[in-house]
T-cell receptor
Framework: AQSVTQPDIHITVSEGASLELRCNYS??????LFWYVQSPGQGLQLLLK??????LVQGIKGFEAEFKRSQSSFNLRKPSVHWSDAAEYFC????????????FGQGTRLTINP | GAGVSQSPSNKVTEKGKDVELRCDPI?????LYWYRQSLGQGLEFLIY????????KSGLPSDRFSAERTGGSVSTLTIQRTQQEDSAVYLC?????????????FGSGTRLTVV
């Protein structure tokens, strides 16, 4: 069955430090991959997506992610985090059986230390 | 509208009562989804509508849950005889089938509390 694993439930980094959030997926073909961010009390906002082509994709708010087929990974990165980046981050995989239903990971909660 | 609108934003109901949650998708988006987010959990798929096709109901947790989408636009998720374990945030999303636009737009959700 298709699945998404986000190994880190909670990560704390200092403001200005670099960030990497891990995402591993299980899917039989090249998937559609997404990262979403959820601020407290808010819905989910799309940060970036990968369909095909260049494996390094740029998103909003200075985030990027790299698709590595050999590792079944799609890790999210940011060179320098800001206090406003504190939120819950969800990785998702789609394209399952021709449908657009997305399967989400359990999320990683990011805390920023001043 | 400009975004996905959900109402109400908060709902407190007594155990055993029925509730209806509403979702207005982005105009022109043919696909509509319902997900459930329980406290500290990821997103659990409930149901998916795509155009005039039969909905994918594979995620509905029990027969107390149902959803409809009228006129290819507004959707209502109904939970009958609510239980305390139904307490969660119910999120609606819509999307276009065009690959360039593929990717959900979520509403802000309805927080349901069953007491």
């Amino acid at each position: 069955a298709q699945s998404v694993t986000q190994p880190d439930i909670h990560i704390t980094v200092s403001e200005g430090a670099s960030l990497e959030l891990r995402c591993n997926y299980s899917y039989g073909a090249t998937p559609y991959l997404f990262w979403y961010v959820q601020s407290p009390g808010q819905g989910l906002q799309l940060l970036l997506k990968y369909f095909s082509g260049d494996t390094l994709v740029q998103g909003i708010k200075g985030f990027e992610a790299e698709f590595k087929r050999s590792q079944s990974s799609f890790n999210l990165r940011k060179p320098s985090v800001h206090w406003s980046d504190a939120a819950e981050y969800f990785c998702a995989v789609g394209g399952i059986q021709g449908a657009q239903k997305l399967v989400f990971g359990q999320g990683t909660r990011l805390t920023i230390n001043p | 509208g400009a975004g996905v609108s959900q109402s109400p934003s908060n709902k407190v109901t007594e155990k055993g009562k029925d509730v209806e949650l509403r979702c207005d998708p982005i105009s022109g988006h043919t696909a509509l989804y319902w997900y459930r987010q329980s406290l500290g959990q990821g997103l659990e798929f409930l149901i998916y509508f795509q155009g005039n096709s039969a909905p994918d109901k594979s995620g509905l947790p029990s027969d107390r849950f149902s959803a409809e989408r009228t006129g290819g636009s507004v959707s209502t998720l109904t939970i009958q005889r609510t239980q305390q374990e139904d307490s969660a945030v119910y999120l609606c999303a819509s999307s276009s089938r065009t690959e360039a636009n593929y990717g959900y737009t979520f509403g802000s959700g309805t927080r349901l509390t069953v007491v």
